[in-house]
């Protein structure tokens, strides 16, 4: 149950962001959570990270350039690409 904080967090910033409701959001995180074989609360921490512009403070720095690398293949956008595509 301490996971759900940053899962819900997550979730709240893709629908702000993307205009989805809770289970879209969910759903997209669950995809990038089996497509870069990681676990859903790390992938939860390195969106709000990116979203925030803070370090994920994962212990393997390759798991958040995994999942914003998935983010941005699954069109997520900014915040969640290098800056380049607009919000």
Known sequence: ?????????????LM????????E?????RDI???TNTK?????AAIV???SKSEPGLADAGVASAV?????R??????FTDGSATP
């Open 33 to 35: 959570s089996q497509h």
């Open 16 to 23: 702000l962001n993307r205009n989805w409701s809770a289970d």
């Open 25 to 29: 959001a969910f759903t997209a995180l």
């Open 40 to 44: 859903l609360h790390d992938v939860a």
């Open 1 to 13: 149950m301490s996971t759900q904080p940053v899962i819900e967090q997550a979730k709240g910033m």
């Open 74 to 79: 699954m069109g997520f956008g900014y915040p």
């Open 49 to 51: 990270a990116c979203g």
């Open 68 to 72: 914003l690398d998935e983010a941005g």
